[in-house]
């Protein structure tokens, strides 16, 4: 690790989070900064490129986007699928099989997203300094002539730098209070190296969630053995939907479409799928307008559409790859998986695991249910004054960061800067990535994030002193 810079010399550019989001903003920052500026890229994992979605070990976790639509950079479209070309052996696939229509294993495209660092860090020696280490707090400070901040680490010497780029990825879900009595039974985090180990291949299994991250425990449950009834319960009962085979293509916008009224919006969009006959060509048209459209709302309409219609757009918009459903039809055809509409009302320790208790939806009888291991599946937490992550609730206590009042996650300017408890953007603190969907909503998939990333390091970049020497 490189010794702290001092307050007289800041340290470029702190990236804190080395997966997608992270990744791509120290590369376009090493890009867009000036060659004095270098940019230290900070992950606890010591695995930079990855980080949750693209670390997978599992061959069978396949990407929800086609390869044509996750290329790295939106000025090169076809960048990874030429890579996935190249590099058969790396992608896991066969050579000559990948194309723009291929849905690719996701541990491939972390290994895309390696290189890409790999190759920024040979286009600027010397400017790239990778730092393994967790930022448990970041300290705004100010000197004659100098503004920035200090990462307090949880080892190490601290490091001060001109600004920091926040891209924490997506946190853990949110405790389930109905299922706080279950004990050893329960996990909270379905994504810890331990969430499944010593389960029986026989026994029941309860997921609380229908989204992707159910979809995922199921592949890694079957791909593991188990043989056993996993029961998927969420309020809706609501699964994502899959691409189709020949894959699927995204038609022109809905005549009309235009910012409005959310009532106005969700017509046109109806009036579109019933014209057309086919939803996914409509769905997928909207993806370039999605984020400004919602940037159009006023609030009120914000909150009714997060309300009423989220969980319908998640499961039409966030789509598996085919053989990722197929997989899913199988499981649930033939009996090993259900899917029910109804929510946790209570779990207490039983024989083997745990006895939950939920009501279904639309019924008044509540109903029990013996499992040997809970998973919640529910999606990321936003709350940052309640994450297990320590900088998230550093921030918050210091009144670096507020809750959206969306509750999505934390609130923050239009050009990515941190908002704090006095309403102002902060100057040195930026976000990018998933904790940008309080702003954008849509800030999870890779074509949503790369125009963002983009932004952010260009505006950066501009902001940066030529002087800011390591």
């Not at 043989?227 to 894959?247: C, I, M, Q, Y």
């Not at 969009?269 to 057309?276: H, M, N, S, W």
């Not at 013996?370 to 999606?379: D, E, F, Q, W, Y």
């Not at 963002?452 to 950066?460: G, K, N, R, Y």
Request: hydrophobic share 45%.
């Amino acid at each position: 690790m490189p010794p702290s810079a001092s307050a007289e010399h800041p340290a470029g550019i702190a990236v804190v989070g080395a997966g997608f989001s992270g990744t791509l903003a120290a590369i376009h920052l090493l890009d867009t900064c000036g060659p004095e500026t270098p940019v230290l890229l900070i992950e606890r994992s010591g695995r930079f490129g990855r980080g949750l979605a693209y670390g997978t070990p599992n061959a069978s976790h396949l990407l929800n986007v086609p390869a044509g639509n996750m290329s790295a950079f939106p000025d090169r479209p076809d960048h990874f699928t030429a890579w996935l070309r190249a590099h058969p052996a790396e992608a896991g696939m066969l050579a000559g099989t990948a194309d723009s229509r291929s849905f690719a294993p996701r541990r491939a495209y972390g290994r895309y997203l390696e290189g890409l660092l790999a190759e920024a860090e040979a286009r600027w020696p010397g400017r790239l300094r990778r730092i393994v280490g967790s930022v448990t707090d970041i300290e705004p400070v100010a000197g004659p002539g100098t503004k920035g901040v200090v990462l307090h680490m949880e080892a190490g010497p601290h490091i001060l730098a001109h600004a920091a780029v926040l891209a924490v990825g997506n946190a853990a879900p949110q405790p389930l209070s109905a299922l706080a009595g279950a004990g050893a039974a329960y996990r909270n985090d379905p994504w810890a190296p331990d969430a499944l180990d010593g389960l029986d291949a026989d026994a029941p299994v309860l997921l609380a969630g229908t989204g992707l991250t159910m979809v995922d425990m199921v592949l890694s449950l079957e791909d593991r053995g188990h043989r056993g009834p996993v029961l998927a319960l969420s309020r809706r009962g609501l699964a994502p939907l899959a691409h189709t085979a020949r894959g699927d293509a995204a038609g022109p916008p809905p005549e009309g479409l235009a910012a409005g009224p959310a009532t106005a919006l969700v017509r046109t969009v109806r009036r579109a799928v019933a014209e057309r006959g086919d939803w996914r060509e409509v769905v997928d048209s909207l993806r370039p307008r999605t984020q400004d459209l919602w940037l159009s709302l006023d609030r009120a309409c914000q909150d009714r559409l997060l309300r009423h219609l989220r969980p319908w757009w998640d499961v039409h918009r966030h789509r598996l790859a085919p053989a990722v459903g197929e997989r899913i039809a199988r499981a649930t055809a033939e009996g090993r998986l259900r899917i029910r509409a109804g929510r946790p009302v209570a779990a207490v320790p039983g024989p083997g695991g745990a006895l939950v208790t939920f009501r279904p939806r639309g019924a008044g009888a509540p109903e029990t249910v013996a499992v040997a291991r809970i998973l919640n599946c529910t999606g990321p937490a936003g709350d940052w004054s309640r994450l297990p992550d320590p900088l998230p609730r550093a921030l918050v206590a210091r009144g670096l960061a507020v809750r959206d009042t969306l509750g999505l996650s934390v609130a923050i300017a239009a050009d990515g800067a941190l908002i704090g408890a006095d309403g102002l953007p902060s100057d040195t603190l930026f976000v990018a990535g998933p904790p940008t969907r309080s702003l954008y909503w849509e800030s999870t998939a890779v074509p949503d994030i790369r125009r963002q990333v983009s932004a952010l390091a260009e505006h950066i970049g501009r902001r940066m002193p030529r002087s800011a020497v390591a």
